[in-house]
């Protein structure tokens, strides 16, 4: 239960994706423009990443991200952002489906996972949990 009162709605979600593969990337911002939401924001990389969610904080809801992602991988991103923002919701998104890998990102404060590939309706199904959360 948040401590703080959610309001908007699922369309005015600001969503932050963090997926080094363009066609992935660009798939998924389709697939969240597809549900209506408009505030999808992109970026290739951890350090772009890190660097979109210090300066931009107060303007994103949700995070999902790629495990395997160039320069900084998206654990060390999920780090930083339980570090800013323990409450955000953060949605892993990976091939890995081992549970090693699932046991570690639960450890390190993951709200959900979701294995590659993935169809439109899984992904909305997890977004619009970890949104109404």
């Not at 703080?4 to 423009?33: G, Y």
């Not at 979109?52 to 060390?76: A, F, Q, R």
């Not at 780090?79 to 323990?86: A, G, H, Q």
Request: with cysteine; proline share 3%; hydrophobic share 40%.
């Amino acid at each position: 239960m948040s401590v703080t009162a959610h309001t908007q709605s699922f369309e005015d979600t600001k969503i932050l994706i963090v997926e080094d593969q363009e066609d992935m990337r660009e798939m998924m911002v389709t697939m969240l423009k597809d549900l209506g939401l408009s505030r999808v924001f992109a970026v290739e990389d951890g350090d772009h990443a890190i660097r979109y969610i210090n300066t931009s904080l107060g303007h994103i809801d949700l995070v999902v991200c790629d495990w395997n992602i160039p320069k900084k991988s998206g654990t060390e991103v999920l780090k930083e952002l339980r570090f800013l923002r323990p409450d955000m919701p953060f949605l892993m998104v990976t091939g890995r489906k081992d549970m090693d890998s699932v046991f570690e990102a639960q450890k390190l404060g993951v709200s959900a996972y979701l294995g590659k590939p993935f169809s439109a309706g899984d992904f909305e199904k997890k977004l619009r949990l970890l949104v109404r959360g």
